[in-house]
Structures are given as structure tokens and as C-alpha cells.
């Protein structure tokens, strides 16, 4: 009976394992670069080699041993069948716990799951059968059965991945047909002006602010959050473009060469806006140039009649004008503000299709957020607190840091070293240091990986070494600040910030 008991935990302890994994693969959009690139960073080196999961593979190799050494009589057998014994006793205590903080979590909502689209419910499916195939197995031929179900539990990442890339074949077969649906009736809407916007940064805030203005005009489409694949692109049309639509404005991402060019191809855009470029994702494309080139797709693919818009604060975008051939436009060379170009840009936009100066202003005047992406919000204490944790890049901390020149009182910011930025990395990080050694009195950086290179920027610009710390407890970081700041000080919290620190803050 005990034994079932024991099942019963472990059995919820892999169902939560197995939902966290699958919540890995979706945040890394099933790209394999994307999710091998994550086991580089500290977090991800931690899933792997954490204290309980070198604890359960130790306790393996215990039994593996024990399982070889011929037990005869006398102390040595005496040895042998107390390790045994207290093995089994540890592994019954372990899976009791970690069953249990399961089911806490479970009730609770605390954890990391997907999102339940059919492939993950098609997925989960499979795991689950698998799961309980071996549960089959195992209890009819009980011999060893802990053992099995330690291995089953250490190797869960492995299967879980294993079935991801197994079935790809499948998504890929769907997605191509989801693909080929999508183009299919786009071309039915020949009236339909699509705008294409793409670029390291600075997309979702244009779109945003883009259809925000045009909507006053026009009967406008939009991608929703996150829809920025061929996926999400291909859904947004076959569930919502129907014939009252006017614009459809398309935000396009991709990681790696070619990946605009198919969105360009599914959505047809004559109006296309790149919004600056940077070393973001530069582990998955390989260099700048691939980033560079990648982008640039986007105004290649526009129709000869068609219009380009550069952010003509972007290097790169300045560089991308002088090739492009066809009608250009450059916008936010005059911005100074936080996001400020992202506003331009729509607003140039706007113009060009028709809408009066009048009719732009008015538009902007009705976006209660004009700078999508962050917040700012009075805290606890009266801290003022920017909230920027929607996602992170080199030009947008800086932007953000450039932001907090303007504010009175000590000024803090708190972030997680930046990811997939390849060998861009030591120095992208160093000069986020140095930015940071310009502007802030203090500084929590929340992960370890390019801690050093960011404290080296900002103490070789005067910050103090005692006021650039690394530190990951929400708690403890809440305690930090409420020690060093006071009222109207401000708070800028960039990128993946802890929820429970941010709940504390606000």
C-alpha cells in the first residue's frame, strides 16, 4: 500500500515537472537554438545541476553500486543493507515533499505552466501515456522499482524534449498548412494595406501606438501580443481579417536568416518600418551581419510602390536607407524622450496615409500609454517606479537609463543580465555597465552570468563597488532598497524582475 502511496506523489511531482518543460519549449517559440542558448545562462545551468537533481543522481549511483556489490555476511553485509535501507527511507521522505509542494502549488497557481493550445494538450497527451505505460510496466515487474522511477523522474527533461522534436515534424506539416491557408486568402483582400514592422526593439511599442492612430481613420487589424510568428501571423488572419478591414498592422520577428522574408510572403506588406537593430539574438543568428541582413528582408520584400520607413536613430537603419531603392523615409532623428522615435515613427506613418497633422495630434493626445511596454507608477513609500520588466534589449536599457537623467532623488535600477546576445555579450554588458556607472547610485543586478562585465563598466565610470550588488532574493532586494531610497527617489526595473518584487514595490 505504501508503495501506491509513494506512486501517487511521484506521479504529481512528474506531471509538474513535465508542464514546467513544456512551458520552456513555448517561451522558446520550440526553437531549439533558443532553448539550448537558455541552459547557458545561470537559471537555466541551475535547472540542470540544482542540489536536489545532484542529490537524486548520486543517490542512483548509489544503487547502481550496490547493485553490483555481491552481499555476503558480517559488517560489510550490515553496511550494505543500512545504506539501502537509508536510501529508500531519503527517496520516500524526498518524493513525500516534493509531491506535496506539488499539490501546494497546484492550488495555489504558482507555477510555471503553458498555455493549453492544442499542442501542448496533443503533447501533454503523449507524456502522459508514456508516463503511465511506464507506471504500468514498473508495477508489473516491480523488481527495482524505485530505481526506475528515480531514473524516469532525472530524465524527464530528456523525454519531454524528446517528444517535443519527435512530434516537430508533425507541428511543421500543421504549421505549413496553417501557412498556405493564411496566404490563400490574404490575396482574396486586394484592397488590404498591410504595414510590416520589424527590427531588435521598439516593435510592439510602434504597433501599438501605430494602429492606436490609424484606428481614428481607418478599421484597422492588428497582431495581438506574442503574434509575431508565421504561426501567429497565419492564426491572426484566418480567425480575424475579414472585409471591414482597411490595415492590417503586422509586427514580424524571426531568428534567423529568411524568417521576415516568409512573413513577408504569408502578410504582402507595401508599407514596411524597421525600428532599429541591435545585438539581440545575435546567439541565434551568429553575427550582426545575419541580424542586419535578416531585417533588411522587410524592405526588400516591399512592391516597388511601396514605402519604407527607418529609424534614422538606429546606425544600422541609417546604413539600411542609404541601400534601399524604393520611396524612404526617415523618422525620430529629433527624438529625445524615452520611446520617443516609436512615436515618430507611427506618427510619419499615419501621415503618409492621409491623415491630417490635426487628426495625428488628436490621436496621440487619446493614447493613454504613449509608451507601450512600460509604466510608471507611485510605489510603497512613494517611490516612483518604472516598469519595464515586458522584455529587455541593449538600445532599450540604455534608453531607459538615459530616461532617469530627468528625475530628482537617487535613482536604482534592478535587472537580470540580457540573453541570446552570443559573443556580443562581455561587451554589450560591459557598456550597460558604464551607462549605469553614469546615471544610477545604485544597482541590483539579478543574475550572474555578465555581473562582472556590468560592475566593471560601472565602477571604471565612479560607482562605488558597494553599490553594484548581485543579489536574487526578491525579499532581500526589497530590503535594500527600502534601506537606501525615500520618497520620490525612483525605481527602474528592467526586464525579467522577480513578480514577488514587484508586487512588494507596488
Not at 116 to 128: A, M
Not at 171 to 183: D, E, F, S, T
Not at 261 to 267: G, N, R, V
Request: aromatic share 12%.
Amino acid at each position: 500500500m505504501i508503495y501506491y502511496f509513494l506512486i501517487f506523489f511521484w506521479f504529481i511531482r512528474q506531471v509538474k515537472a513535465g508542464l514546467f518543460w513544456f512551458y520552456l519549449w513555448q517561451l522558446k517559440e520550440y526553437h531549439i537554438g533558443r532553448f539550448i542558448d537558455h541552459f547557458r545562462t545561470e537559471k537555466g545551468k541551475k535547472l540542470l545541476f540544482n542540489k536536489l537533481v545532484i542529490f537524486k543522481v548520486f543517490l542512483l549511483v548509489v544503487w547502481i553500486t550496490m547493485g553490483y556489490i555481491s552481499v555476503g555476511f558480517g559488517f560489510f553485509d550490515m553496511i550494505h543493507d543500512f545504506i539501502l535501507i537509508f536510501s529508500v527511507v531519503i527517496f520516500f521522505v524526498m518524493y513525500f515533499f516534493e509531491g506535496i509542494r506539488a499539490a501546494s502549488n497546484y492550488v495555489s497557481g504558482k507555477f510555471l505552466k503553458p498555455v493549453f493550445t492544442r499542442k501542448i494538450q496533443f503533447l501533454s497527451l503523449i507524456v502522459l501515456t508514456f508516463t503511465f505505460g511506464f507506471l504500468f510496466y514498473t508495477l508489473r515487474f516491480s523488481r527495482r522499482l524505485l530505481f526506475k522511477l528515480l531514473a524516469f523522474d532525472i530524465f524527464i527533461p530528456l523525454i519531454v524534449s524528446l517528444i517535443v522534436l519527435i512530434f516537430q515534424p508533425l507541428a511543421v506539416l500543421g504549421r505549413n498548412q496553417m501557412i498556405r491557408k493564411a496566404k490563400k486568402k490574404r490575396e482574396k483582400f486586394k484592397e488590404l494595406l498591410v504595414i510590416g514592422i520589424t527590427g531588435s526593439y521598439g516593435k510592439t511599442s510602434t504597433k501599438e501606438l501605430l494602429a492606436s492612430i490609424l484606428s481614428k481613420k481607418y478599421k484597422v487589424l492588428k497582431t495581438k501580443e506574442h503574434q509575431n510568428s508565421e504561426i501567429g501571423i497565419s492564426q491572426c488572419i484566418l480567425d480575424e481579417l475579414n472585409s471591414s478591414h482597411q490595415v492590417f498592422v503586422c509586427e514580424m520577428g524571426a531568428y534567423g536568416i529568411g524568417g521576415i522574408k516568409l512573413l513577408c510572403d504569408i502578410a504582402q506588406p507595401k508599407i514596411g518600418i524597421l525600428t532599429g537593430i541591435n545585438e539581440q539574438h545575435m546567439a541565434l543568428f551568429g553575427s550582426q551581419e545575419n541580424i542586419i541582413k535578416t531585417k533588411f528582408e522587410l524592405i526588400e520584400s516591399l512592391p516597388n510602390n511601396g514605402t519604407a520607413f527607418l529609424n534614422g536613430k538606429n546606425k544600422h537603419c541609417l546604413e539600411l536607407y542609404h541601400k534601399t531603392k524604393i520611396k524612404k523615409i526617415l523618422y525620430g532623428q529629433e527624438a529625445k524622450l524615452l520611446g520617443e522615435e516609436n512615436i515618430e515613427g507611427a506618427k510619419a506613418v499615419a501621415k503618409e496615409l492621409g491623415m491630417s497633422d490635426n487628426e495625428i495630434l488628436k490621436a496621440v493626445q487619446k493614447i493613454e500609454n504613449k509608451f507601450p511596454g512600460i509604466e510608471l507608477k507611485k510605489g510603497k513609500s512613494g517611490l516612483n517606479v518604472i516598469d519595464a520588466t515586458y522584455s529587455a534589449n541593449p538600445d532599450g536599457v540604455i534608453a531607459h537609463l538615459d530616461y532617469l537623467k530627468a528625475w530628482k532623488g537617487k535613482k536604482v535600477i534592478i535587472m537580470p543580465c540580457l540573453i541570446e546576445l552570443g559573443k556580443s555579450s562581455k561587451e554589450v554588458h560591459k557598456r550597460i555597465g558604464e551607462k549605469i556607472g553614469e546615471v544610477c547610485d545604485l544597482a541590483i543586478i539579478t543574475t550572474k552570468e555578465r555581473f562582472k562585465e556590468i560592475k566593471q563598466g560601472a565602477v571604471g565610470k565612479g560607482m562605488k563597488n558597494e553599490n553594484i550588488l548581485f543579489l536574487e532574493n526578491p525579499k532581500l532586494i526589497f530590503e535594500k532598497i527600502k534601506d537606501f531610497n525615500k520618497e520620490n527617489d525612483i525605481i527602474l526595473l528592467e526586464s525579467r524582475a522577480p513578480k514577488l518584487l514587484i508586487e512588494q514595490l507596488k
